[in-house]
T-cell receptor
Framework: GAVVSQHPSWVICKSGTSVKIECRSL??????MFWYRQFPKQSLMLMAT?????????EQGVEKDKFLINHASLTLSTLTVTSAHPEDSSFYIC???????????FGQGTRLTVV | GQNIDQPTEMTATEGAIVQINCTYQ??????LFWYQQHAGEAPTFLSY??LDGLEEKGRFSSFLSRSKGYSYLLLKELQMKDSASYLC??????????WGAGTKLIIKP
């Protein structure tokens, strides 16, 4: 199947700093990428949907100025958590769809800990 | 609103069979997915159903009834490594994935 690479796998940062998470589709062109957040023992919560070359669509309650998403190419989307706070500590997962949108392929996830 | 229901937790015995049900109410339907997620890891794809009926893939099978808004994931010959959360997700008319909360499956020896 298609491969989505997410980096880093885990990161620890100080409160107030920014963290960038990359999501790459390695062997296909991802017209749409999704960013999810998952708190312990909870399901995936969609944060935003990004289409290549256009602005991301954020879900209600997700601050677009805090979670910056850039989808500059068909193989790369980035999520930047700005001015991170301890409550932003979570598991962030990206997924990408192929042209037919019949399946979402997931990255490995990034565990963010803000101290 | 859009809603997907699945049991929170199930327990089964190694070597047995377990069926995890999923019911959904969404704005349109463009397919139903089952994913497996081990603790601390990203979900991995198990199955995709868009037409009614049963799809078999090794020890795992998935069934869909669109008229009833119902699906199930059937796991046979359970192994300890099958202990995980199983997520049901539906793509709606906008191809947006709507996720269930997941079913935690506990396998006992």
């Amino acid at each position: 199947g298609a491969v989505v690479s997410q980096h880093p796998s885990w990161v620890i940062c100080k409160s107030g700093t920014s963290v960038k998470i990359e999501c790459r589709s390695l062997d296909f062109q991802a017209t749409t990428m999704f960013w999810y957040r998952q708190f312990p023992k909870q399901s995936l919560m969609l944060m935003a949907t990004s289409n290549e070359g256009s602005k991301a669509t954020y879900e209600q309650g997700v601050e677009k100025d805090k979670f910056l998403i850039n989808h500059a190419s068909l193989t790369l989307s980035t999520l930047t958590v700005t001015s991170a706070h301890p409550e932003d500590s979570s598991f962030y997962i990206c997924s990408a769809t192929t042209g037919d949108r019949h399946q979402a392929f997931f990255g490995q996830g990034t565990r963010l800990t803000v101290v | 609103g859009q809603n997907i229901d699945q049991p929170t937790e199930m327990t089964a015995t190694e070597g047995a069979i377990v069926q995890i049900n999923c019911t959904y109410q969404t704005s349109g339907f463009n397919g139903l997915f089952w994913y497996q997620q081990h603790a601390g890891e990203a979900p991995t794809f198990l199955s995709y159903n868009v037409l009614d009926g049963l799809e078999e893939k090794g020890r795992f099978s998935s069934f869909l009834s669109r008229s009833k808004g119902y699906s199930y994931l059937l796991l046979k010959e359970l192994q300890m490594k099958d202990s995980a959360s199983y997520l049901c997700a539906v793509t709606d008319s906008n191809y947006q994935l709507i996720w269930g909360a997941g079913t935690k499956l506990i396998i006992k020896p």
